[in-house]
């Protein structure tokens, strides 16, 4: 089986790669011309663990290739995967479609035989639909096949993600000649080696599974806000998020991910599409509160964690400098979309702070990103040098093995302010440190 993807991002590479490892013939394409040329040197533009030896592999055995013409890459395609960016667009919050709906008209003039083109960017319930019309008004003398095949990869552990995942979904247009058997055949052939380990595969229109990938981010979304004001909560009555984190999760109802406390989530998906998901339910008129709310408080969040900072600071951090440990949204990344770090380091920043920073691979990415002047270190002990606070706000593992003497030894004060909780509160208090962290005493 032979497919085509279109966009070499996050999303295309990484399918792509994949399903060249599953045994797919795989061609990427990708029109920006630095990224392209990477590409085909072998050197990946993301971070993303174990990537790198996949696209070698299977560029070494010839499944993986890349290219910029897109007429070329789907002559001998099965399907041709539409994998381009989605971004909020400005002003109400929906997903910005320009891209999607270029690559469909694109795909439609350079076909020259029948094709399924599915979508696996994040698109709003009706795109599909809309592919589908887009493909029949420019080749009406073509049978196109859509699907829609949403992603469900966490940044930091993509392969995995896609190679053993919880479920794959796969919503087909049905309203064709043979009422989508074709297109369901394609995708069952496409991911039989999922089939073989038993991982749930499943079937369903267009629409539900555009909206399936939209609300399971905005529910983890909710849960990620939901034990952030739970440690709010327990910072005013005494309590420890981490033992009401466990409490929670042994509840297989509930469960035990996305209960850890910080300064908001962040990344590529939970803001754009808790964004979208609150424009499309208000336009369908029925609107999603606990989604608007979720979008509210975790921007409230992050100013409230800038504002913690310079409180722990003593009330100011005019003329002082701040150490900070991590910058990207998560750990095992270099993403910096939507990261908590943007909006605070901008506001102390703007309150006269000296920042020294250091994340492990996101700093490239964040230096466009984040005000001039800033100290880019070395390593967490160089970015320590002189600190009179140090802040983490990205939970590397690398920040866990420091030795608080060592830390003791560099900064010039004591104050640290852990927004990913990665120390123990008595150790650090019994090292001398004015030490605070998120929902516990």
Known sequence: MRIAMIGGGYVGLVSGACFAEFGTDVTIVERDEKKLTALREGRIP??????????????????????????????????????????????DGHADLTYVYAATREI??????????????????????????????????????????????????????????????????????????????????????LSLIEAPIVFTDLETAELTKYAANAFLA?????????????????????????????????????????????????????????????????????????????????????????T???????????????????PDTDDMREAASLPILQTLHEQGATLRVFDPEGMSAARPLLPEGLQYCHNALDAAQGADTLVVLTEWNMFRALDPERLKEMMRGRVIVDLRNIWSPHIM???????????RP
């Open 429 to 439: 208090r019994e090292a001398g440190f004015d030490y605070s962290s998120v929902g």
């Open 312 to 330: 722990r600071s003593g009330g100011s951090v005019q003329g002082k400098t701040i150490a900070v440990l991590g910058l990207t949204f998560k």
């Open 222 to 310: 909710m849960k990620v806000t939901f034990i952030n004001e739970m440690a709010d909560l327990c910072e005013k009555v005494g309590g420890n998020i981490h033992d009401v984190a466990r409490g929670m999760g042994l509840d297989q109802r509930i469960g035990k991910r996305f209960l850890n406390p910080g300064p908001g989530y962040g990344g590529s998906c939970f803001p754009k599409d808790t964004r979208a998901l609150s424009a499309i339910a208000q336009d369908a008129g029925a609107p999603a509160q606990l989604v608007d709310t979720t979008v509210r408080i975790n921007e409230r969040r992050k100013e409230e964690m800038a504002e913690r900072i310079i």
């Open 46 to 91: 993301i971070f993303e663990p174990g990537l790198d030896t996949i696209v070698s592999n299977n560029t070494q055995a010839g499944r993986l290739t890349f290219g910029h013409d897109l007429a070329e890459a789907i002559a001998d395609a099965d399907a041709v995967f539409i994998a381009v960016g989605t971004p909020t667009r400005r002003g």
């Open 108 to 193: 439609a003039l350079a076909a020259h035989k029948d094709l399924l083109v599915v979508t696996k960017s994040t698109v709003p319930v009706g795109t599909g639909r809309e592919v589908a019309r887009i493909l029949k008004e420019t080749r009406p003398d073509l049978a196109f096949d859509v699907a829609s095949n949403p992603e469900f990869l966490r940044e930091g552990n993509a392969i995995g993600d896609f190679m053993r995942p919880d479920r794959v979904i796969i919503g087909i247009n049905q309203d064709t000649h043979d009422n989508g058997a074709r297109a369901t055949e394609l995708m069952r052939r496409l991911y039989r080696p």
